[in-house]
């Protein structure tokens, strides 16, 4: 396995760079101020032009058509353009990266029809307006999707959709267009992951509600993290992704790419806080010495730097196998990321905020909303606990071949 970066990928990391610095970072305190009044923000639209005139585009899809715009990188180039972009929450709008997007982009790729494509892929492709991503439910622990309780029920050329969803980002965007609802459409098949189908709503149909917005760790984002009913929703059944029943294979085709474009962002968000305490432990002295010169603020740089540095190492490793044998093959080591980089974004942040003490948790740095985001992808695309149990599987499953293989490491007592 070879993870240097290619001739091509050192280009578009300078290039994502140089217009990270140029036009993105100066308008950090601008965003803020517009994100915090409840504005749309103004100069948005306008970066995002720029962008993509830049061929800075679409960079998530290696897969994209002749005619389709974007710049076609593969996960393992992608991720050091990520890691950029992590830096800024908002930024990976700028360039058309940003989640839910992305992943419902992937999914109309790979099973929309010709219609779907032009009514939805297409405009999105182009950073027309925005979509969300319905699966969580309230009243049942979503990290296992046989849970779901909305049902799609067929009746002549319509589905009648009936069911409560919530934490539904990107659901308060006055520009998101649809839905891709997640539901089932044949409860009692014996096959549990055959219930299950994914079907398009546009936002606005009759019997579509947003309830509210709820804050998470009393953080209100622009996007919103919706809790929305679905009560006698009809759309027609062109709307189906897919076929009926692929719903949970759908959801897995999703998330595999999806984890690991979060773990590349939250490597550079936690690269940010590690650049912003070890400058401030050079800023400040308490009793007489800097505060790097402690030694709890040296290990906390140091230990910050190690974790970096071996997460982004696998994470590495994860991208380069969903090139080359695919996401399947690479399931064990998704999972390990997802587990990991999200832990890591949490414990880095956390470090750097004790290092800025009470301003650390003041809006006069991104600490505070940078370990949100990093408590919030612990559960986001699978909690921790699903994540560990599935590698934990994994490994017993493997052990099984060899059953026996480690006796000849065991010295016990030797008896008579």
């Known amino acids: 396995m070879d993870f240097s970066y290619s001739p091509k990928t050192q280009e578009m990391v300078a290039r994502v760079n140089a217009f990270m610095e140029e036009h993105v970072v100066p308008r950090i305190r601008q965003f803020n101020e517009e994100a915090h009044q409840g504005y749309e923000i103004s100069f948005l639209k306008d970066l995002r032009e720029l962008a993509k005139s830049e061929g800075l585009w679409n960079m998530f ?24 972009t992590g830096r800024i929450g908002w930024a990976p709008e700028v360039f058309n990266c940003n989640a839910p997007d992305t992943g419902n982009m992937e999914l109309l790729h790979m099973f929309a029809t010709e219609e779907q494509r032009e009514q939805w892929l297409n405009p999105m492709l182009n950073g027309e307006f925005h979509s969300a991503f319905a699966m969580t439910e309230p009243d049942v622990a979503s990290s296992d999707a046989t849970n779901i309780t909305t049902l799609m029920r067929r009746e002549g050329d319509e589905y009648v959709i009936n069911g409560r969803k919530w934490f539904i980002s990107n659901a308060a965007r006055p520009d998101c267009k649809f839905f891709i609802v997640m539901g089932k459409t044949d409860p009692d098949n014996e096959n549990v992951h055959k219930q299950q189908s994914m079907i398009l709503v546009p936002n606005g149909t009759p ?35 897919g076929e009926e029943g692929s719903g949970f294979a759908l959801a897995q085709a999703r998330l595999g ?39 709890s603020v040296a290990e906390s740089i140091a230990q910050s730097r190690m974790e970096i540095e071996s997460t982004r ?72 606990e699903v994540h560990l149990q599935g590698i934990a599987r994994m490994e017993i499953k493997a052990s099984r071949e060899n059953l026996g293989a480690t006796a000849a490491y065991l010295t016990p007592p030797l008896r008579d």
């Not at 994209?64 to 715009?69: A, I, N, Q, S, V």
């Not at 550079?268 to 002295?285: F, I, N, P, S, V």
């Not at 390990?336 to 905020?353: E, G, H, P, T």
Request: hydrophobic share 40%; proline share 5%.
């Open 61 to 84: 899809l290696p897969h994209l058509k002749d005619d389709e715009p974007g710049t076609r990188l593969t996960n393992l180039e992608y991720a050091p353009v990520a890691e950029l």
């Open 207 to 241: 019997g579509l509600e947003i309830l509210r917005n709820p804050t998470v760790m009393n953080h209100h984002s622009r996007e919103g993290h919706c809790e929305i009913v679905f009560k006698d929703v009809r759309v027609p059944v062109s709307n189906l992704l």
């Open 257 to 295: 790419p999806g984890r690991i474009h979060h773990c590349m962002r939250a490597i550079g968000a936690a690269q940010l806080c590690l650049e912003l305490m070890t400058e401030r432990a050079q800023e400040r002295k308490t009793f007489g010495k800097f505060l790097h010169q402690h030694g």
């Open 313 to 384: 190492l696998l994470v590495l490793k994860a991208a380069w196998m969903m090139d080359n044998v695919g996401a399947k093959e690479a399931r064990r080591e998704i999972s390990m990321i997802k587990v990991m980089a999200a832990q890591l974004l949490c414990r880095v942040s956390d470090r750097a905020m004790q290092v800025f003490g009470a301003m650390g948790l003041s809006p006069d740095t991104p600490l505070v909303d940078i370990y949100t985001m990093g408590r919030a992808l612990r559960f986001a695309d699978g909690p921790d």
